[in-house]
């Protein structure tokens, strides 16, 4: 089995090309796959599989097949939709350009050149409502937020470095039904935050493309905004992307690079 390994701003993903649909893609496998030590390493999965063959919108050629480091399965990951996107055109799947990929949340705009940042129209944010995370001991105030998948971004007053992300944040379950994204932001100048996040699925990660989306909608409500709006720097431990919020959808621009290539040997997975 062929793989490809890439990331943005370091929220990394094991990319899986299977064009016709063929692969028996089992949480265990993708656990595996993203063990850091037995495996090869990852936040998540990304499936390269034809619509078509997936029995998704064929209105996209290609359907990302997007999942967790644990095995489950989300509806959309922005850092996962650019690296994806990268890997077509870098494979001859592709042409650089402006073309639809199908998503578990619906068909997302791309917009890739033959090099360089990958852009992505992340839909229309939807607001969720306010709520609590519990971190450490302490209650956290934060806003719903969808884009696609569920987040929870809640600003904070101090260093988001200091903050301890080593076990998963508390969230009120019956507003969060499928778990939540948690993410903690502060802002450090005009429309430029930086943010830590602790992944449903895949625990603290180094970026989220849906949480960055996230967290300039909850900024930008901070800030007064009647409407979330305006094109926002968000400083992640990986790296920078950049949101933009017009009204009626979001943007996510950021790096996206691919790093290795090789063969999978699904005989080296340990027997417990
Ligand atoms: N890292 C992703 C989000 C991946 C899915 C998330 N963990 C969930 O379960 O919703 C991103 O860049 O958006």
Request: proline residues 5%; charged residues 25%; hydrophobic residues 40%.
């Amino acid at each position: 089995m062929r793989f490809v390994k890439g990331h943005g701003t370091e929220n990394d993903f094991v990319i899986l090309p299977d064009p016709d649909g063929g692969l028996d893609l089992t949480p265990e496998l993708v656990a595996w796959l993203c063990d850091r030590r037995a495996g090869i390493g990852g936040d998540g999965v990304l499936r390269v599989v034809r619509s078509k063959a997936a029995g998704q919108d064929e209105a996209a050629e290609w359907f990302m097949d997007y999942r967790n480091a644990d095995g489950s399965i989300a509806e959309m990951c922005g850092n996962g939709i650019r690296v994806f996107a990268r890997y077509l055109v870098d494979a001859g799947l592709a042409e650089p350009g402006e073309w639809d990929v199908a998503t578990r949340a619906g068909l997302r705009g791309i917009s890739v050149g033959a090099a360089g940042d990958v852009r992505v129209d992340m839909g229309a944010p939807v607001l969720l409502g306010t709520g609590e995370a519990e971190l450490a001991g302490r209650t956290f105030a934060g806003q719903g937020v969808s884009t696609g998948n569920p987040h929870l971004a809640c600003p904070v007053d101090e260093p988001v470095a200091g903050l301890d992300l080593s076990r998963a944040p508390g969230f009120d379950a019956a507003m969060f039904p499928e778990g939540v994204n948690v993410e903690f932001f502060r802002f450090l100048g005009d429309r430029h935050v930086e943010m830590r996040v602790f992944e449903r699925g895949s625990g603290e990660t180094r970026s989220c493309g849906t949480g960055t989306v996230a967290v300039a909608v909850a900024a930008s409500l901070a800030s007064g905004d009647a409407v979330p709006a305006g094109e926002w720097t968000v400083d992640v431990p990986g790296g920078r992307v950049t949101v933009t919020l017009d009204g009626s959808t979001s943007y996510l621009s950021g790096p996206a690079v691919l790093v290795a290539e090789g063969d999978i040997r699904p005989g080296g997975r340990r027997s417990r």
